[in-house]
């Protein structure tokens, strides 16, 4: 089994003591997010973790604390982007992110922490010309920390449409995709990275860009969880590459405040949600009630001959 930690919240950045305590008690309660009333169990006994895969904007919480992950097998896919708080609201300074990328990276190991810079978006003050600038700069700075970066582009979900209106933020058209990914493909040969895109179905194979697999059992094999013998998460989009995983974060307890994120509705929702926060509860910023239905899901290890349910 592989955690994903998580698509639906920045886990490292407000809740990594929350997930230490659940790795202490081997197990974890998750809400189907398609059904709140249903919420699984699922052991978490290190065993059955073949790896865990964090998302994060900002993971300088876990850097004092990352011993505590010793006998894990674990990556972090890092955004880092260049955009103002008029997009990210509440995020550390571009600096300070800088700074936690390369101490995360001395720490863990450049292969370990994959620089995400998505998602990519359009206005009048975030062109074409901004984007060529940005990407060098932070290349620029990342060369020797990271050995692979993973681009997309904006996708209109449309809970996010009024957010993205109001800042009339676009998606870059297909043209406009080649050339910035183009220009990409130049400054990451320059600074020796790799160039990949998350879930995109646009092929930039001749620029030397590959399609991603950011849930990447090789990549965990490499590291050392031993070969993984995973298949492609059916429950991600047609184009993502991503193998199986179990996300156990939950949506709208996200307090960064980007313009462009489809896991959150409101900042007050938001905020609402984050106060149920408890650090020792099974639950993501909730608790279980009598209508909830509880089940135990069925978990095994990925790892090849041992395929053994739990």
Known sequence: MIISASRRTDIPAYYFDWLLERLK??????????????VSRVSLKPELVDGIVFWSKNPEPVLKKLEQLDGYVYYFQFTLNAYD???EAALPSLQQRLDTF?????????????WRYDPILLNSRYDLAY???????LAERLAGSTEKCIISFLD????INKRLAASQIRPPSAAEQRE?????AVTAQKYGLKLATCAESIELADLGISHASCVDAALLTRLGSGRLTATKDKNQRGE??????????????????????YANHSMPGIVKKHALFN???????????????????????????????F
Do not use: W
């Not at 390369?102 to 994959?114: D, F, P, Q």
């Not at 984007?131 to 700069?137: D, L, Q, R, T, V």
């Not at 209109?156 to 809970?159: D, G, T, W």
């Open 240 to 261: 993502c590459g991503c193998v199986e995983s179990i996300d156990i974060g939950a949506y709208d307890t996200c307090l960064h405040g980007c313009s462009y994120c």
């Open 25 to 38: 008690e081997q197990f974890v309660l998750v809400r189907n997010p398609m059904n709140q009333r249903q």
């Open 156 to 159: 209109c979900y449309p809970k």
């Open 131 to 137: 984007h060529k600038e940005a990407f060098a700069h």
């Open 180 to 184: 910035l990914a183009g220009q990409f």
């Open 279 to 309: 650090v020792h509860a099974p639950l993501l910023c909730s608790s279980l009630q009598a209508e909830d239905k509880l089940t135990e899901r069925k978990v095994y290890s990925l790892l090849a001959g041992q395929q053994e349910l």
């Open 102 to 114: 390369g101490r995360l990276a001395e720490a863990v190991g450049t292969e370990r922490v994959l």
């Open 85 to 87: 708080n008029d997009i």
